[in-house]
């Protein structure tokens, strides 16, 4: 049974850091690109960064600098390394995996929220 679960999201103060982590199980996750998204509410779920299988990481323009995504393919594991939270990063986090060639192996965690408030 193929499973992606989220987890680390919480309420932090502007300013601040989190780190999020997607536990992917039941598909090869090294032949997987993975990525997260976010969602607030009333918006569009937007991408927020994506890596490879062979580690090349994107980001979104609103978070480049201050979001780091990395993967461990040993542990099937995505993380995402948040600093410097505003309040517009408050949404749910998703966790996103997608195979490399066959793009209609997409899998989806169920989220997990980031608030961003003093």
């Known amino acids: 049974q193929v499973q992606l679960v989220e987890s680390g999201g919480g309420l932090v103060e502007p300013g601040g850091s989190l780190g999020l982590s997607c536990v992917a199980s039941?598909?090869?996750?090294?032949?997987?690109?993975m990525s997260w998204y976010r969602q607030a509410p009333g918006k569009e779920r937007e991408l927020v960064a994506s890596?490879?299988?062979?580690?090349?990481?994107n980001y979104g323009d609103s978070v480049q600098g201050r979001f780091t995504i990395f993967r461990d393919n040993i542990k099937d594991t995505l993380y995402l390394q948040m600093n410097s939270l505003k309040r517009e990063d408050t949404a749910m986090y998703y966790c996103?995996?997608?195979?490399?060639?066959?793009?209609?192996?997409?899998?989806w965690g169920r989220g997990t929220q980031v608030t961003v408030s003093s």
């Open positions: 996103n995996a997608v195979h490399k060639w066959l793009a209609a192996r997409n899998y």
């Open positions: 039941g598909f090869a996750f090294s032949v997987y690109a």
């Open positions: 890596i490879t299988t062979d580690g090349t990481a």
